[in-house]
């Protein structure tokens, strides 16, 4: 056996001369194969590229990466390196910030899962499950002051929870939630510094993009400073794009 079986390194032979060429071999395949790393995995025409790049050859591939497809190409002086994929081998997507895994049916999507927006299933014709968790901070006027994000349509709300981030003044306490129902993430929230509230709700499904109220309450009923962070929780399918 001259190779590994599985990441194909090459063997030192017993007796044999410039083993150094060998081993260079061997730990260049094992660098870019290791906690691999994909730049992309959409491009045709190989790219400019520095050394330690790393890209997935796509299909119809041109110039230097003619007959590769579906190869791991490799980018170290001057050169590109081309690698067969094996089943279990692990990639992060930077393009992309996804995680994927070859498998006997070719490479599979695990998600972005410690990102806001988390893919946690996926249909062949592209039909999604995400679960997300994205959050904005609030700067407070007024009687009440509204957020630029929303809970999207056809999205299943789990929550919203809040941090006061800047002690809030003006007002003895808050409420949040939309509009029409001040109090639907919790109401009488505290106005002090690092103040929390973790607002669960039924989970109800939405219809329509709908923004996050913070509604002033107590003394004069309008805030006079004073930052919240809220982070929505919710669960959004995506169609079958094919």
């Not at 609030?138 to 002690?167: H, K, N, Q, Y």
């Not at 306490?173 to 509009?179: E, F, L, T």
Request: proline letters at 5%; aromatic letters at 8%; glycine letters at 12%.
């Amino acid at each position: 056996m001259s190779t590994t079986p599985r990441l194909q390194l090459p063997l030192i032979a017993a007796s044999q001369a410039q083993k150094e060429v060998t081993h260079n071999e061997a730990l260049a395949r094992l660098d870019a194969l290791a906690h691999l790393v994909l730049l992309d995995r959409d491009l045709c025409p190989p790219p400019v590229a520095t050394d330690g790049d790393s890209y997935l050859v796509a299909s119809g591939s041109t110039g230097a990466w003619a007959g590769q497809d579906g190869a791991i190409a490799s980018y170290a002086d001057g050169f590109w390196t081309f690698h067969a994929p094996v089943i279990g081998l692990l990639a992060f997507v930077a393009d992309e910030g996804t995680l994927a895994v070859y498998t006997s049916a070719g490479w599979k999507d695990y998600g972005a899962l410690l990102s806001e927006v988390a893919t946690v299933s996926q249909s062949p014709s592209g039909a999604e499950s995400r679960i997300c968790t994205v959050e904005e901070e609030v700067t407070l006027s007024g009687a009440s002051t509204a957020t630029t994000m929303v809970l999207p349509d056809r999205s299943i709300v789990f929550g919203v929870s809040a941090r006061t981030t800047e002690a809030v003044t003006g007002v003895l306490n808050y409420h949040v939630g939309i509009a029409g129902e001040s109090e639907k993430f919790g109401g009488y929230l505290g106005i002090a510094e690092g103040s929390t509230n973790a607002g669960v709700i039924g989970p109800q499904a939405f219809y329509s993009d709908t923004p996050l109220l913070i509604t002033a309450n107590g003394d004069t009923g309008s805030f006079t400073g004073g930052k919240v962070r809220l982070a929505a929780h919710y669960f959004l399918p995506v169609v079958p794009g094919s």
